[in-house]
């Protein structure tokens, strides 16, 4: 059911739907968590069922927020196991700058492999299996080279953004604009360059963010807000979500700031149609406490490795594995 506080303004009705419009302190951590399930089961009982460009089908609404504050532990789903592992290898690649999967690979992380498969089979008529294209990924630099790219995706957009005047690092640019102007209103990073859209293997789904600083330096917060276009919520959101805490530690960290509070804003939220069941199972389950992050101090964002990154007390319902649309 919808989260029901006692102690906060009354609830606004529109149409069907109760909106809480309620201050993050008045959520304790289980319902901040408790807002990951409700979100799901607005999606099934006020989304449209519509075909998509995958061919599986979603239900669908438009225009949601959940936030989180990371002071109250961090913000790993609990009610299914989420990879953490794969999580920071893929935060450490966009990081990094890259977008050819070989890295990936070569690290047991399979998350963008079906769109340079597909691409493989399609143009080649070939239908290798994904454990044989993956081993040539891994150890074929040339066939990594040719295979392997996935076009200006978030690693060419954070780390080398075409811009008129040159190339930008946006989070070079960030990391000092959070050291140096904390309180700026322009900390911003965009994945979204309209002119190179149709050259990415896919276009970036989370398209943006923003850091807001809070308080002076030596005891200030850092906050941090994401825009996502299209959001598959079972199977991405919850990467998505301790993606960008960890990103908001992170950056913290190298700005002398303490993480205050995460905010993901949704365009098209939906749950594939093939991941029904998954989600029905999932509502069933009740959130467990937050577990902890633990991050090694580094001199530099780019110098992370994923053992930098530990997750500890992290209790969890079982695993819920569902098909990745393409």
Request: with cysteine; hydrophobic share 35%.
């Given at each position: 059911p919808p989260l029901r506080p006692t102690t906060c303004t009354p609830p606004t009705r529109w149409g069907?739907?109760?909106?809480?419009?309620?201050?993050?302190?008045?959520?304790?951590?289980?319902?901040?968590?408790?807002?990951?399930?409700?979100?799901?089961?607005?999606?099934?009982?006020h989304g449209t069922r519509h075909e998509d460009r995958t061919g599986t089908g979603t239900i669908r609404v438009f225009g949601r927020q959940l936030r989180f504050d990371l002071t109250e532990?961090?913000?790993?789903?609990?009610?299914?196991?989420?990879?953490?592992?794969?999580v920071a290898e893929e935060l450490l690649w966009f990081l990094r700058g890259?977008?050819?999967?070989?890295?990936?690979?070569?690290?047991?992380?399979?998350?963008?492999?079906?769109?340079?498969?597909?691409?493989?089979?399609?143009?080649?008529?070939?239908?290798?299996?994904?454990?044989?294209?993956?081993?040539?990924?891994?150890?074929?630099?040339?066939?990594?080279?040719?295979?392997?790219?996935?076009?200006?995706?978030?690693?060419?957009q954070w780390r080398d953004f075409e811009g008129p005047e040159g190339r930008v690092d946006q989070i070079e640019r960030l990391v000092r604009g959070l050291r140096e102007t904390p309180h700026s209103r322009r900390h911003v990073v965009?994945?979204?360059?309209?002119?190179?859209?149709?050259?990415?293997?896919?276009?970036?789904?989370?398209?943006?963010?923003?850091?807001?600083?809070?308080?002076?330096?030596?005891?200030?917060?850092?906050?941090?807000?994401?825009?996502?276009?299209?959001?598959?919520?079972?199977l991405g959101l919850p990467f998505n979500i301790a993606s960008y805490a960890l990103l908001t530690r992170m950056l913290a960290q190298q700005a002398g700031l303490t993480p205050h509070e995460l905010i993901f804003n949704g365009g098209d939220c939906h749950i594939y149609q093939n991941h029904v069941e998954q989600v029905e199972e999932q509502l069933t389950r009740t959130p467990y406490d937050r577990p902890t992050l633990r991050l090694r101090q580094r001199d530099s964002i780019f110098e992370h490795a994923a053992d930098d990154v530990t997750i500890e007390d992290y209790e969890h319902h079982p695993a819920l594995t569902a098909p990745i649309a393409v």
């Amino acid at each position: 059911p919808p989260l029901r506080p006692t102690t906060c303004t009354p609830p606004t009705r529109w149409g069907s739907r109760t909106i809480f419009s309620l201050p993050l302190a008045l959520l304790s951590p289980h319902a901040q968590m408790r807002q990951y399930l409700d979100y799901l089961q607005d999606i099934l009982d006020h989304g449209t069922r519509h075909e998509d460009r995958t061919g599986t089908g979603t239900i669908r609404v438009f225009g949601r927020q959940l936030r989180f504050d990371l002071t109250e532990g961090f913000p790993l789903l609990t009610t299914k196991r989420v990879w953490m592992r794969g999580v920071a290898e893929e935060l450490l690649w966009f990081l990094r700058g890259e977008t050819n999967i070989q890295s990936l690979v070569q690290a047991g992380v399979s998350i963008w492999t079906d769109w340079p498969l597909q691409r493989y089979r399609d143009e080649t008529g070939d239908e290798i299996s994904q454990e044989a294209f993956e081993e040539r990924i891994a150890t074929d630099d040339a066939f990594a080279e040719r295979w392997g790219d996935l076009g200006p995706v978030y690693g060419t957009q954070w780390r080398d953004f075409e811009g008129p005047e040159g190339r930008v690092d946006q989070i070079e640019r960030l990391v000092r604009g959070l050291r140096e102007t904390p309180h700026s209103r322009r900390h911003v990073v965009s994945a979204w360059h309209p002119a190179q859209i149709e050259d990415a293997a896919l276009p970036p789904c989370h398209y943006a963010f923003q850091c807001f600083v809070e308080g002076e330096p030596g005891d200030g917060r850092l906050s941090l807000m994401w825009q996502q276009r299209s959001v598959d919520s079972f199977l991405g959101l919850p990467f998505n979500i301790a993606s960008y805490a960890l990103l908001t530690r992170m950056l913290a960290q190298q700005a002398g700031l303490t993480p205050h509070e995460l905010i993901f804003n949704g365009g098209d939220c939906h749950i594939y149609q093939n991941h029904v069941e998954q989600v029905e199972e999932q509502l069933t389950r009740t959130p467990y406490d937050r577990p902890t992050l633990r991050l090694r101090q580094r001199d530099s964002i780019f110098e992370h490795a994923a053992d930098d990154v530990t997750i500890e007390d992290y209790e969890h319902h079982p695993a819920l594995t569902a098909p990745i649309a393409v």
